[in-house]
């Protein structure tokens, strides 16, 4: 097992984990050849939508 | 602040309430095998796997359960072989090459990042973002990005700027060497 003295250089400069990882999934998806290429880019998505709550209701989301 | 957020595939309808922020709540609907930005303390991963779900694309499975001779893996501290009994280890992963030994065969796949868990029973996990067989891996791709990063690497002025570059740098560096290995 690794010790703890030295963080991973993603670490050190403020970086989470899973911000990482997901770097690296881009960046390898943007390596593929074509007919695969388009499949892991639709992987690539997320939808989500964001809506501030005040007085225990939400509000206009903004996305 | 601590976030935790579990999306479990296979569910009909997955759309989930990942995270509860004071003020803010955030609704998330997306396909498996997708990390969430969450703590740097707390993560989940979730391994791709078959999802049907009528809202959503259906996925290839990429990792089947299957009994091999021998996996060898790459994780942070080098190249580690797993074999049948082998002790129970949580490795992390960095990009690089995972070989599954089945007989004489031998099928390599290149993995993003990510965990293999290997359990006492003889039963190991391989956890990744993206494990694509090396086939296919476009190899002009690779060299274009390997350029590029190596260019920001050198020009990149805050730390963020030099993480993300770095990562580039290495990811292209396995992509290439798991091309030419």
């Avoid at chain 1, 993603?10 to 770097?23: E, Q, V």
């Avoid at chain 2, 993560?43 to 001779?69: G, H, K, L, P, Q």
Wanted: include cysteine.
């Amino acid at each position: 097992m690794a010790s703890n003295a030295a963080a991973p250089f993603w670490r050190a400069a403020g970086m989470t984990y899973i911000t990482y990882s997901n770097i690296c999934a881009n960046l390898v998806r943007n390596c593929l050849k074509e007919p695969h290429k388009s499949e892991a880019l639709t992987r690539e998505k997320v939808h989500f939508s964001v809506s501030k709550w005040a007085d225990g209701k939400p509000q206009k989301p903004r996305y | 602040m601590g976030y935790l957020c579990y999306l479990i595939p296979g569910l009909p309808g997955s759309r989930i309430d990942a995270v509860r922020e004071t003020g803010t709540e955030m609704r998330y609907a997306i396909p498996s095998g997708t990390w969430y930005d969450l703590d740097r303390l707390l993560w989940i991963a979730v391994a791709e796997r078959n999802t049907f779900d009528r809202n959503e694309e259906r996925f290839s499975d990429r990792f089947s359960t299957s009994s091999v001779d021998m996996v060898i893996i790459p994780a942070t501290t080098g190249q580690m072989g797993v074999l049948p009994g082998h002790v129970a280890t949580i490795a992390e992963l960095k990009p690089g090459v995972m070989s599954v030994h089945e007989g004489n065969d031998v099928t390599k796949y290149f993995v993003s990042s990510g965990f293999a868990f290997i359990h006492a029973n003889s039963y190991a996990d391989v956890i990744a973002v993206e494990a694509v067989p090396i086939d296919q891996i476009d190899p002009s791709q690779v060299q274009k990005g390997l350029a590029d990063f190596t260019q920001k690497l050198s020009s990149a002025s805050t730390d963020l700027e030099k993480a993300e570059a770095q990562i580039g740098v290495d990811v292209h560096s396995a992509l290439n060497s798991a091309l030419t290995g």
